[in-house]
């Protein structure tokens, strides 16, 4: 990957910047800034390229959790450095994709790649990375993985809420493995070295 100084990282504030993606819902070409989304959780799930092996079906998985999302006042974007056109008929020949409807964005010259550090310089390609940006506007999350092992929606999705709850409960933290439901944490040093007695029931 291609390392610059200007190189956002966890906890960054994103700068704003415009985009172009194909709306696969209504077969459009859609112009828009990361500002336009401004209040929202915005995850940018970053892909090699189109007509790939792996990809189709990340892409799949996703489309499972995207209801979920959409309640959470999350907009997740897929990103890739290839073009809106070869999006779209990517979509229209692959059958793992037949449901497929999240936006797909074209980062034809790697801008967006390089600025979130997942440009890959020797084959002009992202790396399979995943970034969650809170409705501030700061990185909350950042996940990069070598690109033979496809992510899992699933974590993503238990991300989000475990961020959401946080956002909006300032003062706790979730432990490992949190989810919805379960005991969370109020640190302080009253409970040091009492963690687990703090998570029990009582």
Sequence with gaps: ?????????????????????????????????LADYKGKWVILFFYPADFTFVCPTELKDLMTIAPELKNLNAELFV?????????????????????????????????????????NATTGNSERGTFIISPDGEIKSVEIVTEPIGRASNELLRKIHSLDFVRN?????????????????NPSIKIAGHVAESLEDK
């Excluded at 291609?2 to 194909?22: Q, R």
């Excluded at 809106?84 to 979509?91: A, D, L, N, T």
């Excluded at 020949?93 to 390089?114: A, N, Y």
Aim: glycine residues 6%; negative net charge; charged residues 20%.
């Design 1 to 33: 990957m291609e390392n610059t100084e200007n190189t956002l990282h966890l906890e960054s504030i994103v700068p704003n910047f415009g985009f172009d993606f194909y709306d696969v819902a209504t077969d459009a070409v859609v112009n828009t800034t």
């Design 169 to 185: 409960n300032p003062g706790h933290a979730c432990p490992a493995s949190w989810n919805v439901g379960l005991k969370t944490l």
């Design 79 to 119: 990103v890739s450095t290839d073009t809106v056109f070869s999006h779209k008929r990517w979509v229209e020949t692959e059958h793992l994709l037949q449901q497929f409807t999240l936006p797909m964005i074209s980062d034809r010259k790697g801008e967006i790649s390089k600025l979130f550090g997942v440009w």
